[in-house]
């Protein structure tokens, strides 16, 4: 059983056409994807205080820390070997190897820099209970489901690119915390990220052929989505406004 966002197949509707389908994924970036949140706006416009860009590093590091868990779950959904050593990248660009470091590290450098503790970040204790809800349905959304749709949750990064280009150039220049070399991350996202969605992009066309599947490809896209604005929903609230942090949350300390 999972969650459905999308119209619910109609029996006698005809399929999309491969460019159909792709301009079908693309309104749904155009509606959903987080960029359009307020809290985007105000990180990206340095509008935040550096305790709330902490709070963001915080919780978004228990995305990042879910992604090659996320990743694993999409192979065990893979029957395919060939597709199988093509995802492994995705779980190695987070989780490194040999020299390099990997994705999660390079996050950790971000919030190392911010001033938290290390021990503290990995723990995830002081993330949102939402952050981690909504992360964990994410790995779950993926485990449960067939791989083309497990596949299909993650074109939004699609839209990531555009996004990340945004966040290196609006944190440094409004930002003094923040410096070049901690932007790595997302300097080396700007080249991952498009290498792995031109590769899930071309598989779902490929392979989306019915109503059901179309549907079942749409859904997860809008799913993700709100994977997504549900973690800045919950960062808003906690500490934007209304400032509700939850009990046991991460509390900004200023100065
Ligand atoms: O900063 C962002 O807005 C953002 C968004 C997304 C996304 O759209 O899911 C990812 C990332 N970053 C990212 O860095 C990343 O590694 C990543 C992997 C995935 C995925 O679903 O497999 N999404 C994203």
Redesign the pocket.
């Known amino acids: 059983m999972t969650f459905q966002f999308v119209r619910p197949p109609v029996a006698d509707a005809a399929p999309m056409s491969p460019s159909e389908l792709e301009a079908a994924l693309h309104a749904i970036g155009a509606e959903r ?3 359009l949140h307020p809290f985007h706006k105000l990180l990206h416009g340095g509008k935040l205080s550096k305790p709330q860009v902490q709070a963001w590093a915080l919780n978004r590091y228990c ?2 820390a879910a ?1 090659p868990r ?2 694993h779950a999409v192979m065990a959904r893979l029957e395919d070997r060939e597709l199988r050593r093509i995802w492994l990248q ?1 779980v190695l660009d ?1 989780d490194g190897r040999d020299a390099d470091q990997g ?1 999660i590290e390079r996050w950790l450098i971000l919030t190392d820099h911010l001033g938290l503790d290390r021990e503290y970040v990995i723990s995830q204790q002081g993330a949102l209970p939402a952050t981690r809800f909504a992360v964990e349905a ?1 790995v779950r959304f993926v485990w449960d489901n067939p791989g083309l749709v497990a596949i299909s ?2 074109l ?2 699609l ?2 690119p555009k ?2 280009a945004e ?1 290196i150039s609006g944190m440094l220049e409004h930002y003094d915390f923040v410096e070049d070399r901690v932007m790595a ?2 300097r080396k ?1 700007l080249d ?2 498009p290498r ?1 969605v031109d590769f899930a992009l071309r598989y779902v066309l490929d392979n989306a052929k019915t109503v059901e599947q179309q549907n079942a490809v749409l859904n997860a896209l809008t799913f ?1 989505c709100n994977v ?1 604005w549900a973690q800045l929903d919950a960062l808003y609230a906690a500490y934007v406004a209304p400032g509700m942090i939850p009990p046991g949350a991460f509390v900004p300390q200023e100065g």
């Open positions: 994807y987080h960029n995305y990042q992604i996320k990743d995705r987070h994705g994410y949750s993650c939004t990064e839209f990531a996004i990340h966040r991350y997302f996202r991952q990220a792995d993700k997504l």
